[in-house]
């Protein structure tokens, strides 16, 4: 599902404009990547929670060459289900 067809469907389910779907929509994601900045976790309710991971520099191989490298320290942003999600996706 790409934006366009998610800003379609929530708009064709609520009845509001495509311009106000697509405003929240883009509100909320920024909302979350601000959080996730701030090293906060957001969760929502029935969907999932997404949590700010810290990845401690590690030494790895070049895959071409062989030789090793410097991988240095990062975040990650890690994505876990709600039960709720995993359950609708077993039935």
């Known amino acids: 599902m790409t934006f366009n067809e998610l800003i379609?469907?929530?708009?064709?389910?609520?009845?509001m404009a495509k311009e106000g779907v697509k405003m929240i929509l883009e509100t909320s994601i920024a909302t979350?990547?601000?959080?996730?900045?701030?090293?906060?976790?957001?969760?929502?309710p029935g969907?999932?929670?997404f949590k700010?991971?810290?990845v401690p520099a590690r030494q790895?191989?070049?895959p071409s060459t062989g030789a090793t490298?410097?991988?240095?320290?990062?975040r990650k942003v890690a994505f876990t289900p709600a039960?709720?999600?995993k359950d609708a996706l077993k039935a």
């Open 8 to 15: 379609a469907h929530v708009s064709g389910k609520t009845g």
């Open 32 to 44: 979350l990547t601000e959080k996730a900045i701030a090293g906060e976790d957001a969760t929502l």
């Open 47 to 49: 969907f999932g929670q």
């Open 52 to 54: 700010v991971k810290d």
């Open 60 to 62: 790895g191989r070049n």
């Open 69 to 74: 490298m410097d991988i240095p320290a990062s």
């Open 83 to 85: 039960k709720a999600l």
